[in-house]
């Protein structure tokens, strides 16, 4: 089975700084995907930003970027230029290939940008 | 943009009660997912969903449990007979193979179970 570890429960930072949110997974699965959720006090799951595991580059999408070490099964996220639209709780999740397969979610990280 | 929509936003029962939980997918979508929260803790997967059957479903996902495509837009999750551990966020999730089987979420349905 596959577990999804989040080790920092909160986390606060100033508008404009750049922050990075850690992520660890296990799983002997060579296929898989891993994603980043944010879930804002409205409680929409929002798609943040997306990897596959067989791609070595790693994905960014606007401000956000994610630091893939496939070896240490390690998946931080990073905001760059934070904003206070930021503070949200984020989840990183697993989901095993190929196929529609379930998500499997770490615990979260409470992320406060303050102004 | 399609999003998935799910009905109602808050519901509030009383224990031994039987609740229906609403979905509507992405209307090209396939795959289909119910997960539920409780308040200050991770999301769990509860079942999956495709071609008119279960895929997967998890332990939390037991007899009282049931989840129904009725008419080609809906999906339904149903408790039976609801207890207080029950109260949580349920959301409804869907997916498109084209879309690299990304899951969409709905933005939730909070169950008070009292």
């Known amino acids: 089975a596959q577990t999804v570890t989040q080790s920092q429960p909160e986390m606060s930072v100033q508008e404009a700084e750049t922050v990075t949110l850690s992520c660890t997974y296990d799983?002997?699965?060579?296929?898989?995907?891993l994603f980043w959720y944010k879930q804002p006090p409205s409680r929409q799951m929002i798609l943040v930003i997306r990897?596959?595991?067989?791609?070595?580059q790693n994905a960014t999408e606007n401000r956000f970027s994610v630091n893939f070490q496939k070896a240490a099964k390690s998946f931080s996220l990073k905001i760059s230029d934070s904003q206070l639209g930021d503070t949200a709780m984020y989840f990183c999740a697993f989901m095993k290939r190929p196929g529609a397969q379930k998500l499997v979610f770490g615990q979260g990280t409470r992320l406060t940008i303050n102004p | 943009e399609p999003e998935v929509t799910q009905t109602p936003s808050h519901q509030v029962t009383q224990m031994g009660q039987e609740v229906i939980l609403r979905c509507v997918p992405i209307s090209n979508h396939l795959y289909f997912y119910w997960y539920r929260q409780i308040l200050g803790q991770k999301v769990e997967f509860l079942v999956s969903f495709y071609n008119n059957e279960i895929s997967e479903k998890s332990e939390i996902f037991d007899d009282q449990f049931s989840v129904e495509r009725p008419d080609g837009s809906n999906f339904t999750l149903k408790i039976r007979s609801t207890k207080l551990e029950d109260s949580a966020m349920y959301f409804c999730?869907?997916?498109?193979?084209?879309?690299?089987?990304?899951?969409?979420f709905g933005p939730g349905t909070r169950l008070t179970v009292t």
């Open positions: 999730a869907s997916a498109d193979p084209d879309g690299a089987y990304e899951q969409y």
């Open positions: 990897q596959e595991a067989y791609k070595q």
């Open positions: 799983t002997s699965e060579s296929n898989y995907y």
